[in-house]
């Protein structure tokens, strides 16, 4: 079997750490056993495609990704295309366009990895969030009246439908009862007295049909509280699209940092391909010098794999990763060494061929 891979890799860092997730999946021998192929096809997307065209992909572009099994991204952005522009015009419309409507994160701190808490470790730092990914604060609805004019007004309006909500509550209550853990939702309906109001009765509506998930909700503020005081309360989180980036990014600071931040945008119907991406951005400041950390985009490699059930190998990078970072020897600079992109790429390859052989 083939399992044919859209690559953007993207601006800035992103065809750097993505090369080293290819090379990841490619040290795999157990694929090949199994009859299992990867192909990885490049569409050269991204700022500089908008700099040359006005249009971050082609026209086609969403029915040429639909042609695909799955899409693996790097990064979008870069100086001179505003933010707005390459966020909208690529990532979410795929995500929309796509109904990639489960924002999966790992926020786990693995083996070796370091953490800023006094009191964080690998037991209590382990979490999976499960962000509603293409309607509520990022829905792209609302207006600008009078621009420019002294009564100038600008309106953004969170759109939060039963049945966006009710879909993410599901799956994360699914995997909650699947793992035998709690399950956290994290809204703000003591400010926000209609959509979070809303998110929080249907919330307890949905936990009536899995009385055997121990559930539990906070306001968004004091669950940013809790993250770094107490992070081993939280197992499974759902929240909504613009509190899940927040507080994936405070999991991603307390959890090895951006250079550890993996992320995968789901259709759980398989109707569409899912994305997989490093969430760390661009860092157009060190783009082309060789200091990217490619572990998140291997981790998201790994759960590229889970995507399509080939979870031992999936489980295979992330043991190369732990094994990479408590060996200390081979670790990018914000990890505290002195090693390239690809050094760290090589390393992780072959701790996969050492893994597989011992297995």
Not at 6 to 22: H, K, R, S
Not at 238 to 243: A, E, G, I, K
Not at 344 to 354: D, E, H, K, P, S
Request: aromatic fraction near 8%.
């Amino acid at each position: 079997m083939t399992y044919r891979i859209a690559v953007i890799a993207g601006d800035g860092i992103g065809p750097e750490v993505i090369a080293e997730g290819i090379k990841a999946i490619e040290a795999l021998t157990t694929l090949q056993e199994k009859g299992i192929q990867f192909e990885f096809v490049h569409l050269p997307w991204g700022c500089e495609y908008y700099l040359r065209e006005g249009r971050m992909m082609p026209e086609d572009g969403m029915d040429v990704l639909r042609e695909f099994d799955a899409i693996y991204l790097g990064a979008v952005g870069y100086p001179g295309v505003p933010d707005h522009v390459s966020l909208w015009d690529l990532l979410l419309i795929i995500r929309k366009q796509f109904d990639q409507y489960i924002n999966l994160r790992p926020i786990r701190l693995l083996n070796g990895a370091p953490t800023v808490l006094k009191e964080g470790t690998v037991d209590n730092i382990q979490m999976t969030f499960i962000r509603e990914n293409t309607e509520g604060e990022y829905a792209g609805a609302g207006e600008w009246l009078y621009r420019g004019q002294p009564q100038e007004v600008a309106l953004q309006t969170g759109v939060f439908s039963r049945h966006g909500t009710e879909r993410v509550m599901r799956y994360a209550f699914e995997l909650a009862r699947r793992e035998k853990k709690t399950l956290t939702s994290i809204s703000k309906g003591n400010a926000l007295q209609y959509s979070m109001v809303f998110w929080d009765e249907l919330f307890e509506e949905i936990a009536k049909d899995y009385p055997d998930v121990t559930t539990y909700s906070y306001l968004v503020d004091a669950a940013a509280m809790h993250m770094i005081n107490d992070p081993g309360r939280f197992e499974i989180v759902v929240t909504s699209n613009l509190f899940g980036d927040i507080m994936t990014d405070i999991g991603a600071a307390i959890a090895g940092g951006m250079g550890l931040a993996a992320g995968a945008n789901i259709n759980p119907e398989r109707a569409f391909p899912s994305m997989f991406e490093p969430v760390h951005g661009s860092a157009p400041d060190i783009a082309g010098q060789g200091k990217a950390n490619p572990l998140a985009a291997i981790w998201s490699a790994s759960q590229m794999l889970d995507h399509f059930d080939l979870t031992d190998e999936g489980a295979v990078l992330i043991q190369a990763i732990e094994h990479l970072l408590v060996e200390g020897e081979v670790l990018t600079p914000d990890l505290g060494g002195d090693g390239s992109t690809s050094e760290v790429g090589n390393r992780i390859a072959q701790l996969i061929q050492t893994i597989q052989q011992s297995n």
